[in-house]
Every structure is written in structure tokens, then in C-alpha cells.
């Protein structure tokens, strides 16, 4: 157990749809990163925050958007899915630039 | 564009013996790297990382060796256990945060 929580595990939804991504990292841990791993694909770095600000942006679509709260949890939205958007989507969550540690992730399927 | 390339799909090993996973990289702003382990359903595990300023590091059954000249880093696994076997991601890091990581090596390490 990393000790960063997801949730949901398991969401499924209809293309066009909203969803929203929930994550609580470490104790301690003040770095959120959001990553996607598609099928085949390795994990691609989607974004980062650091004790409520924005540090870093990957590739990460203009229909998704995140933030981080000040109890230093994370949510990562997405919006007007597209079938393309199934995947897993994992939180990782660090001290300064140590290292990352991930949680379970949520398996994503867009209908 | 793949940075960091795990050439290796799979790799099957006999229970006792060495496994030596294998990982290139392109960009030589990384200064670390790391190796995670992944189970199905589950994140993530982080399991050594190494800093660019060292060759090689060491933690019980697993050692990382780098080289720099030839932009290369590998995980040795000695012995080899059932356990083992899993899927092996290797990530780099370069002066951002955010992780750079291969599509990952499936293990199988037979009795």
C-alpha cells in the first residue's frame, strides 16, 4: 500500500459525459502528478501540482483540467469524453522532486 | 516522441537465475531514473531509482547500473523469484518533475 488513495476504482460512462477523478496523496506529500496509460501505451505524464499550484503540464487535452484543494487532495475532471479517453488514469504523489509513489488508479470506459 | 524505450516486451526467466531487464533513453537532460513494478489492477510500485551522478546502486536483490556515455540503464534481479514476475517500467526525470516512462518489460520467472 503506497498510501495514495483513488477513487473511483472502476467508472464507466457514456461519450460526451463528465466525469470527475479523486485523489488523496501520502501524508506529508505536498506534489500531485496525474498520469494516463492507454492500452499498449506507457504512462503519459498528464500534470502536475504542488501545494495547490499548477508546476507542470504534459499532454494533457484542453477538455481536461484538474486541481488540487487546500487539504492537498486532487481532482482531475474530464469532460466531453470521447471513446479515445478509456484508460487508466493513476495519481502519484511525492515530496518535493523525491520520488513518486502511485496510487491503485481508476480504470476509465467511455462507452 | 518515446524518450525512454524498453526494447523488451517480455523476458522469461527461470526461478534462481539472473533476470536483467533493459532500458534506453534519448534525452541527456535526465538526471535520474527509477524502475517501478506494476501488478495487474494495481499502480505502480516503486522499487530502485539512481541518480546521474552514480553508476550503480544496490538494494537486496535488485541492482540499477547506468551508463551515461551510452544513455542505457538496467535492473538486474538476482535470484529471481516467482514473485517476481510482474511488469517492469523504467522512468527517467530531468529537471521538471514529471516522469518520463518506457511502455515496460512483462516478466515471468518460471519454477
Known amino acids: 500500500d503506497s498510501g495514495v488513495t483513488q477513487t473511483p476504482k472502476h467508472l464507466i460512462t457514456a461519450t460526451g459525459q463528465r466525469v470527475t477523478l479523486r485523489c488523496s496523496p501520502r501524508?506529508?506529500?505536498?506534489?500531485v502528478y496525474w498520469y494516463q496509460q492507454s492500452l499498449d501505451q506507457g504512462l503519459q505524464f498528464l500534470i502536475q501540482y504542488y501545494n495547490g499550484e499548477e508546476r507542470a503540464k504534459g499532454n494533457i487535452l484542453e477538455r481536461f483540467s484538474a486541481q488540487q484543494f487546500p487539504d492537498l487532495h486532487s481532482e482531475l475532471n474530464l469532460s466531453s469524453l470521447e471513446l479515445g479517453d478509456s484508460a487508466l488514469y493513476f495519481c502519484?504523489?511525492?515530496?518535493?522532486?523525491?520520488?513518486?509513489?502511485f496510487g491503485p488508479g481508476t480504470r476509465l470506459t467511455v462507452l | 516522441d518515446q524518450q525512454v524505450k524498453q526494447n523488451s516486451p517480455s523476458l522469461s526467466v527461470q526461478e534462481g537465475r539472473i533476470s536483467i531487464l533493459n532500458c534506453d533513453y534519448t534525452?541527456?537532460?535526465?538526471?535520474?531514473f527509477l524502475w517501478y513494478k506494476k501488478y495487474p489492477a494495481e499502480g505502480p510500485t516503486f522499487l530502485i531509482s539512481i541518480s546521474s551522478i552514480k553508476d550503480k546502486n544496490e538494494d537486496g536483490r535488485f541492482t540499477v547500473f547506468l551508463n551515461k556515455s551510452a544513455k542505457h540503464l538496467s535492473l538486474h534481479i538476482v535470484p529471481s523469484q516467482p514473485g517476481d514476475s510482474a511488469v517492469y517500467f523504467c522512468?527517467?526525470?530531468?529537471?521538471?518533475?514529471?516522469?518520463?516512462f518506457g511502455k515496460g518489460t512483462s516478466l515471468l520467472v518460471t519454477p
Open positions: 534525452n541527456s537532460m535526465f538526471d535520474y
Open positions: 522512468a527517467a526525470r530531468n529537471s521538471g518533475y514529471a516522469l518520463n
Open positions: 501524508s506529508g506529500d505536498l506534489s
Open positions: 502519484a504523489s511525492s515530496v518535493e522532486i523525491d520520488t513518486q509513489y
